[in-house]
């Protein structure tokens, strides 16, 4: 695995840096549908704002094959953020952190893109850990801001999986395409219909994208939020306590997913939706939000964002 570099950002290239992504939030938004676009607009924007991360992430994918960063003192809490709240979507506070750090991704994987040696480059999506949680809970999330795999000149989108540290319990990351082999097409069905509540919200568990696979419709997955979901009916009922059950199932498969300790992170590839390859434990992970660039070959270098 690549060592990884560690760049402290001082508190003045910290802000630079908010205004840089808050910049790119009012000029075109947090989803830009052409994602090239985005990632060059983001890309651009630390250039201007933040020239010295720019520099840095730039010698970093120009020297490795295999870029790995570790940005420090970039917390993502909302109070980093307020100055810049006027500029994003009203009564939105929960989502400043997950907006801007897609923003944040886009650009790092844009300086990447553009200085990267000869190799195949693979953009993780960006990954917040909330780890400071009231109740002291696991908190696991997936992003979904692309909901199928995308390969475009070799490259091939991924997302992240992290855990909250400090939890002696075991997390099952699983392949969701097995865990629904297991199922029957009514149960299958159920899954797809909002048949299922979380905080009086309904929703459907599962969609189906072109490609013919499943992905959650979730834009933040947490097991233990699906193990405390409730279905509309007995049907909805079994149907998801059988999902859960074939989730645990694949996850303990050594080829299918594997399990996670608290404090790992694991890579997952979008076009085989959550079906776990290899990771590196994350330390420190009060706050941090998480990016990585995966090689071709087997490594898994990542870049840490606290």
Known sequence: MASITPIELSDAERDALYDALAEVKTKHGSLIPDQDAMSHAAAEA???HCPSLYDAVAKVASEQSA??????????ADKELSS??????????TNLPSQLRHILAMGLRGIVDEHAVDYEVKPVVVQEIRSDKPHGGRDMHVDHHEASARRDGGRQRFI??????????R???????GALAQLNDDQIAQLQEPNFRLINRPFALIQQRDDGHYCLN??????????????VDDAASQALADFISA???????????VQLQAGEMLLLDQSRALHATTGHT???VRGITHVAFKAGDERNPGAMIS
């Open 282 to 284: 994350l330390e420190n």
């Open 218 to 231: 979730l834009d933040e997955i947490n097991m233990e939020a699906i193990r405390n979901l409730r279905g």
């Open 171 to 177: 997390t099952l990351v699983a392949d969701l395409d």
């Open 67 to 76: 870029p790995a960063l570790h940005l420090r003192n970039i917390p993502m």
């Open 160 to 169: 992240t999986v992290a855990c909250k540290e400090g939890s002696d319990e």
């Open 84 to 93: 810049h709240r006027r500029q994003l979507r009203p009564n939105a506070v």
């Open 247 to 257: 989730l645990e199932r694949v996850a303990k498969q050594p080829e299918n997913g």
């Open 46 to 48: 630390i250039k201007t």
